[in-house]
């Protein structure tokens, strides 16, 4: 099983659409995950933590489940502007606090 | 600007030559991380600094490559005797306790 797997879509959502991601991670013993945002040709950029079982800030709420170790980002009420690619990311548990990414979900909305 | 700072932001290099990147990073960001990143794929890890000490590095960081951190600011990754494979965009990410923030990148080029 790879470390983070998350499926590539791409998602061709319509705007006002709700549209949800998934991502299963390996390491039982992560505590903490993030989901990153990705222009293209930018860098990542930091949209969410989630900690516990979950997180909702504004259209985005992102869920944890540990027990089937999936972490998921719901977005809700789509905007043109959120055409972008996802990124599930899990820490690793060692000391370098490394992150490991999944290849992304790439979300295109549309008019 | 009180971001991290990646220089150049493109490079195009001829097989067999070497290349060096710099990052200067975000000032009291003790840890310092190096990614590579290729399309469609999540970035990858490749070395990790706490101040100047290289503490972790991934397998992927062939013989050819080498990362420093002389004075626990500034980083350089340099490549030597570049292949076509090295392609990809270069990502460096800093933080201070959680949460990263990454530089906008250098993309190699190798023909």
């Known amino acids: 099983r790879k470390e983070v797997e998350q499926d590539p879509g791409p998602f061709n959502v319509p705007e006002g659409a709700t549209v949800a991601f998934n991502c299963t991670y390996s390491?039982?013993?992560?505590?903490?995950f993030f989901w990153y945002r990705q222009d293209c040709r930018k860098e990542p950029k930091l949209l969410m933590s989630?900690?516990?079982s979950g997180n909702e800030d504004g259209r985005f709420t992102a869920q944890l489940n540990r027990a089937s170790q999936y972490i998921s980002l719901l977005i809700r009420d789509s905007k043109l502007s959120d055409s972008a690619t996802y990124l599930c990311?899990?820490?690793?548990?060692?000391?370098?606090?490394?992150?490991?990414f999944g290849t992304g979900t790439r979300l295109q909305v549309t008019l | 600007d009180t971001g991290v700072s990646q220089n150049p932001r493109h490079k195009i290099t001829k097989r067999g030559q070497n290349v060096t990147f710099r990052c200067d990073p975000i000032?009291?960001?003790?840890?310092l991380y190096w990614y590579r990143q290729t399309l469609g794929q999540g970035p990858e890890f490749l070395t990790y600094?706490?101040?100047?000490?290289?503490?972790?590095k991934s397998r992927l960081l062939s013989d050819r490559f080498s990362a420093e951190r002389p004075k626990g600011s500034f980083s350089t990754l340099e490549i030597q005797r570049t292949e076509q494979g090295d392609s990809a965009m270069y990502l460096c990410?800093?933080?201070?306790?959680?949460?990263?923030?990454f530089g906008s990148g250098t993309r190699l080029t190798v023909v």
């Open positions: 990410a800093t933080s201070r306790t959680v949460g990263y923030t």
């Open positions: 390491n039982s013993a992560s505590q903490s």
């Open positions: 989630v900690y516990s």
């Open positions: 990311v899990v820490p690793n548990t060692g000391t370098a606090s490394k992150l490991t």
């Open positions: 000032s009291e960001h003790n840890r």
């Open positions: 600094f706490q101040n100047e000490a290289q503490l972790e």
